[in-house]
């Protein structure tokens, strides 16, 4: 799970006794609020986001089309590793360059 320690401004109560142990969208709750929070904290990352170049894009849609076909979970775990170890690889190597 990835996490970027963002926390709303507001806080959205959730009366337990209604609630129980049910998910909240079992218990009728409406997430209005909240999701328009974390909507708007979306799109401040995303407007901040570097664009990938149009050729990693490119070869990222390629890559999906083709696990898709492969239809083996396996395929697109080992794939998802692989792509882990290059961005620490190249992340490590972008910290040296800038030292």
């Not at 909240?24 to 909507?39: F, I, K, M, Q, S």
């Not at 050729?55 to 395929?75: F, P, W």
């Amino acid at each position: 799970m990835y996490a970027c320690g963002w926390r709303g401004s507001a806080e959205y109560r959730l009366d337990r006794d209604t609630v129980g142990d049910r998910p909240p969208y079992e218990a009728d709750v409406d997430p209005t609020g909240p999701l328009a929070h974390w909507t708007a904290h979306l799109s401040v990352v995303r407007d901040a986001a570097v664009p990938l170049p149009e050729r990693l894009a490119a070869l990222l849609v390629e890559m999906a089309g083709q696990l898709a076909a492969a239809d083996a979970a396996l395929a697109v775990l080992r794939a998802a590793g692989v792509l882990e170890r290059i961005a620490s690889r190249v992340g490590r190597q972008g910290r040296m360059a800038g030292r």
